[in-house]
């Protein structure tokens, strides 16, 4: 149920009233009793979706997200390695293929 503000035209009191979206509008003001009360249109509360399909991190400030990153060193990455289990990844000759055991055994005319 929202909070809907209002102001009285002949006393200036102001309150807020929590009511049924359905509900009529009041029209009497509490302090003076006079019927000069209207309702003003307020910016309304902030609205999230939540269920499948949204997102939490989709409402983050830019502030929120860019400290993110500098705890993270930037990278995004959350400390994990693309490379083998031991993190070190193979090393490569220049032309994409490995130097090892195969390599050698390749040159020699082994295997």
Known sequence: ???????????????????????????????????????????????????????????????YTKAAKADNGGSGNSGTSSGDAKGKTPATDGKGKSKGKSDSAAKSGGD
């Open 1 to 63: 149920m929202p909070t809907y503000d209002y102001v009285c035209d002949s006393c200036h009191h102001r309150f807020e009233e929590f009511q049924s979206i359905k509900a009529e509008a009041l029209k009497q003001c509490p302090e003076c009793h006079r019927k000069k009360l209207r309702r003003l249109i307020g910016p309304g509360g902030g609205l999230i979706f939540k269920g499948s399909g949204f997102y939490s991190t989709d409402y983050r400030s830019s502030s």
